[in-house]
């Protein structure tokens, strides 16, 4: 498909580039042109390979192409667990109500119920997911079915999962589709023993790759690592080797001066979980110390079951409010910092380099965002109104891969993803029926 979308407010993310009026071409899966209108008769080679003909001309009218949001740590099919267990600390939660409804779940459950989550996703302007859950084939068909660029991770440990079954997906899983892929993970230093943690960095070492994993996301859990190990779950970690080809730890609330130091040093990402972390009541991550160590940080929903919603747009907020709570300065994790995170950030976290800003050559994945709404107005600073005041009521429309996957036409909601919402709604409802009411 060729599209043109013209009449719009840029935002491509490029460093120092501010937001500017013009146009942007996509031709398959690619960005083909993002820059000012060329005038009526501009030759082809100052217009840039213009199509002969279009296969849909977008009118923006005014309103903002940027590129689409990234949710850096997310577990989609615990959307059966919405609103089940609220209220809890996070071992409770876990023990009691997780972990004994998750051992129900069917592969096919799992893709079902990450496809409610796509719809929840493309509806708030959400173009890539990290993922980490059960049954990796059945997640990424679901994603590549209705069209959801997917980066899983693998959640091994002592009780499920296992090495071989990572390497398995680590092989199988990258090259079957464009818009999935896998990487090395586990699900955190407190659930796997001390030789899983070992053969996970062997793995690590044999395919030179990174490691994502769950990581000082409470005090209790920090707390326990000292006093098993003598050391902090980010000491362990880069001792063990795990992060020697870089990687990314989910959450990382709890980190010391020292923690940061190795984070730095050996480049790996934080993955913050704002909402999630303040429902758990985890604690605040000290972001404004990993920006000023020059740590990325990338933002991610966490599972709705924790959450409990699949909201950028929340978190963002979240993100930089907590960041000012904590540090008691208002100027702290600015706007822009904070949508960095949540798009350039997240695609170098999740390693979708092609994804990360509007340009030429990369993949198009982005978003429109409706600006003629009274919590956009008035248009004085695009940034800041996304973070500060902006909500998913403001996707208007959701590409991925080229492709339209969410539209609102005339304030109707419409999915191209192959299957009407209607129906997930249905198995779901099926799925919770069958797990929480049967014996
Ligand atoms: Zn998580």
Request: charged share 20%; aromatic share 8%; hydrophobic share 40%.
């Amino acid at each position: 498909m060729n599209i043109r979308f013209y009449n719009a407010r840029i935002l491509t993310m490029q460093e120092g580039q501010p937001v500017f009026s013009g146009e942007l071409w996509t031709a398959e899966d690619r960005i083909l042109y993002v820059g000012d209108t060329p005038p009526a008769g501009t030759p082809r080679a100052q217009a840039g390979d213009r199509p002969a003909c279009w296969d849909r001309e977008i009118d923006c009218r005014g309103n903002l192409l940027m590129p689409g949001f990234k949710n850096a740590h997310t577990h989609s099919a615990m959307t059966f667990l919405r609103s089940h267990a609220d209220d809890m600390p996070l071992d409770r939660w876990l023990n009691e109500q997780v972990f004994p409804f998750e051992a129900k779940l069917t592969p096919q459950d799992i893709g079902t119920l990450t496809k409610l989550a796509i719809l929840e996703y493309l509806t708030g302007g959400v173009t890539g997911i990290m993922e980490m859950y059960l049954t990796p084939e059945t997640i990424a068909a679901a994603c590549s079915g209705c069209g959801m660029r997917v980066v899983q991770v693998g959640g091994c440990n002592n009780f499920s999962q296992s090495p071989e079954l990572l390497e398995k997906w680590y092989e199988e899983l990258n090259h079957a589709d464009p818009l999935t892929s896998f990487q090395l993970g586990f699900h955190a230093e407190y659930t796997c023993s001390p030789d899983l943690l070992e053969t996970i960095a062997g793995l690590a070492h044999r395919f030179r790759a990174p490691v994502f994993t769950h990581c000082e996301e409470t005090l209790a859990e920090t707390q326990g690592c000292m006093e098993r190990y003598g050391k902090t779950p980010v000491a362990l970690l880069s001792e063990l080797g795990i992060w020697d080809f870089g990687g990314a730890g989910y959450h990382l609330v709890h980190t010391n001066e020292e923690d940061r130091r190795i984070l730095k040093e050996k480049n790996i990402g934080v993955v913050t979980n704002p909402a999630s972390n303040a429902k758990l009541a985890s604690g605040i991550a000290p972001l404004s110390e990993y920006l000023t160590d020059g740590i990325p940080v990338a933002i991610g929903t966490d599972g709705p079951a924790s959450n409990n919603c699949l909201d950028m747009f929340r978190e963002m907020f979240l993100a930089t409010a907590l960041a000012k709570l904590r540090t008691g300065d208002a100027s702290a994790v600015p706007a822009l910092e904070v949508l960095r995170m949540a798009t350039v950030n997240g695609a170098h976290i999740m390693r979708l380099p092609e994804t990360d800003v509007l340009a030429a050559g990369k993949l198009a994945d982005l978003i429109l965002l409706d600006l003629q709404q009274p919590n956009m107005q008035p248009v004085w600073d695009i940034p800041n109104n996304i973070v500060y005041s902006g909500s998913k009521s403001n996707v208007m429309l959701t590409m991925i891969g080229g492709v339209i996957r969410y539209e609102l036409c005339g304030g109707e909601q419409r999915f191209h993803i192959g299957e009407e919402p209607a129906d997930i709604y249905r198995e779901v409802e099926a799925i919770q029926r069958r797990i929480f009411m049967e014996k």
